[in-house]
């Protein structure tokens, strides 16, 4: 997993410095209010911050995806991601729709883009294979208008099979709330050559 050789991670993260080099190595600017403490925390690691809800229109749909997500790659090749992701969907009559919470089990970060994948752990949505499902989210952190993307755009929670660190492109932009997200390149692990 290491180097000599390209892994896993380091593929990765090769895959990552591209993709912040492609969308722009700036990360987003950090509010004048937090502290010098706080700044060198946010310093240390990726992270993908922040609540918002989604503009349907005039669908009238209440959709809103929260983040606290820290790190980066998935923990079984080396990686450091956790934390917690809640999205809740419901009609404008609010009869139907369901609020999930999980896990986070892959942070991959780029500019100001992040890419993360977490699994369910908990859910009043009626189909109870929900619970347990990976789910992939996409946010791009663009100032004012920011947009996500999501893995069930194209398949259904119950059904779908979602690898880790994968998702849909940033779609749908948000209409209230902001998200924050903050590159950090994790060094590459290397490894002695036998």
């Given at each position: 997993m290491r180097y000599a050789r390209t892994t896993v991670v380091g593929g990765a993260l090769a895959t990552v410095?591209?993709?912040?080099l492609l969308a722009g190595t700036a990360t987003a600017g950090a509010p004048a209010a937090e502290s010098?403490?706080?700044?060198?925390?946010?310093?240390?690691?990726?992270?993908?911050?922040?609540s918002a809800t989604m503009d349907r229109g005039k669908n009238g749909e209440r959709v809103s995806f929260s983040f606290d997500a820290h790190g980066f790659a998935p923990t079984d090749v080396g990686g450091t991601s956790r934390g917690t992701f809640h999205f809740s969907h419901h009609s404008a009559d609010g009869k139907r729709g369901a609020d999930f919470e999980g896990r986070i089990d892959c942070l991959l970060t780029g500019g100001r883009i992040a890419t993360a994948t977490g699994v369910i752990t908990r859910s009043d949505h009626p189909d109870r294979r929900v619970v347990g499902k990976r789910v992939g989210f996409t946010v791009y952190d663009n100032g004012r208008h920011d947009q996500v993307g999501y893995s069930w755009a194209v398949d259904s929670i119950p059904t779908m099979n979602v690898p880790r660190c994968l998702s849909a492109a940033p779609y749908e932009t948000v209409k209230n709330g902001d998200f924050t997200v903050r590159h950090v390149l994790p060094p590459t692990p290397v490894e002695e050559v036998r």
């Open positions: 410095m591209t993709l912040g010098a403490e706080s700044k060198k925390v946010q310093a240390r690691e990726s992270s993908l911050t922040g």
